[in-house]
């Protein structure tokens, strides 16, 4: 079902996504991509360019940790002000998703 979403809709809540990943626990940015890629059919490339941006706006911050199958990865945990934001844009998410629902005539139960 991911694949006929269209892209503009999944870029919309590719940060959304990321935080709530990162609030589930730790990660490197080829794990994040995976899992974005299975839920939304999201593409790795996009990842990166993200997790630079989430850092620099101090959302996320990173560590370097060995890899039991190869070089260290560097990982990305959430930050404070990333945990924060992870709040409001759900709480800005809920509220989107049910204005639009109202407009569709969606009820849930």
């Not at 941006?53 to 990865?73: F, H, I, K, M």
Request: aromatic residues 8%; glycine residues 8%; proline residues 3%.
């Amino acid at each position: 079902m991911a694949d006929h979403i269209p892209s503009q809709l999944k870029k919309g809540v590719l940060e959304l996504c990321v935080l709530a990943l990162l609030a589930q626990g730790d990660s490197y940015a080829y794990d994040l991509a995976r899992n974005l890629a299975q839920a939304v059919d999201m593409g790795e490339g996009t990842i990166y360019p993200l997790m630079r941006r989430l850092q620099t706006d101090g959302l996320v911050d990173s560590y370097q940790q060995e890899s039991e199958s190869g070089p260290s990865r560097k990982y990305y945990r959430l930050t404070e002000a990333g945990l924060l934001s992870l709040t409001a844009q759900k709480q800005d998410w809920q509220r989107f998703t049910a204005s639009v629902n109202s407009i569709l005539g969606v009820t849930h139960e």
